[in-house]
């Protein structure tokens, strides 16, 4: 009898599954999500297309037009494309950056890196990025396996005492008996923020 009512259970539930009023109820959740993506992808388009979006340039003078890079960073994915297109241009400020792989657990670059000529040539170094330095603590990093960040700005970072040097774009902050070291991309040299109305001015085209 167990089995019988098993049997029966098992080919009841099959048939409300295969039906069409099912089927159609399945589609509704899907829908929305697809509605819900399409007013997102909509939202994003605006957003980029607004007159006060911010963009990045590098420009290395202020003669020429320069190059777009991406929009002001919003997020760590944003860090990473300007990063690497800078590195594609070999327009970081560093005797060496050879990005050599991007890890969803652990840190996110590791790569070959000379700072400069003086500096030791360091094989797959690791590297954190993050948008914000202020990040680097609440995403439980420690300077003992990340000892290099590179972000788009500083932030507020009350917990730390951060050290300027004497590069504009670097700073250092001390976490127990290990050194950080930061390297800010919006503060280097030939990196400028302007906005979509800017662009026209200098004959960039979005």
């Known amino acids: 009898m167990t089995e019988c009512f098993k049997a029966c ?3 009841l539930i099959s048939q409300i599954e295969n039906s069409p009023e099912h089927l159609t109820f399945r589609k509704v959740p899907e829908g929305r999500k697809h509605i819900k993506s399409a007013q997102e992808l909509e939202e994003n388009k605006r957003g980029l297309g607004s007159p006060n979006q911010n963009w990045v340039v590098l420009k290395n003078n202020d003669k020429e037009s320069g190059v777009i890079l991406s929009r002001e960073p919003e997020n760590e994915a944003d860090v990473l494309a300007i990063l690497w297109k800078l590195e594609a241009l070999g327009a970081l400020p560093f005797r060496r950056f050879q990005t050599l792989g991007n890890f969803k657990k652990g ?3 590791i790569a070959h890196f000379q700072e400069d000529e003086r500096s030791n040539p360091e094989r797959y170094a690791t590297i954190e990025v993050e948008n914000k330095f202020y990040n680097y603590i609440p995403h439980g990093h420690i300077a003992q396996q ?21 590069k504009k774009y670097k700073f250092c902050v001390r976490q127990e008996d290990y050194l950080i070291q930061i390297y800010s991309i919006r503060r280097m040299d030939n990196i400028k923020i302007v906005t979509t109305e800017q662009l026209k001015n200098e004959n960039l085209d979005i």
């Open 107 to 109: 840190p996110d670059l």
């Open 9 to 11: 259970v098992t080919e």
């Open 146 to 166: 990340y000892p290099k960040v590179i972000c788009w700005d500083l932030g507020q970072t009350p917990k730390l005492r951060i050290e300027p040097t004497n």
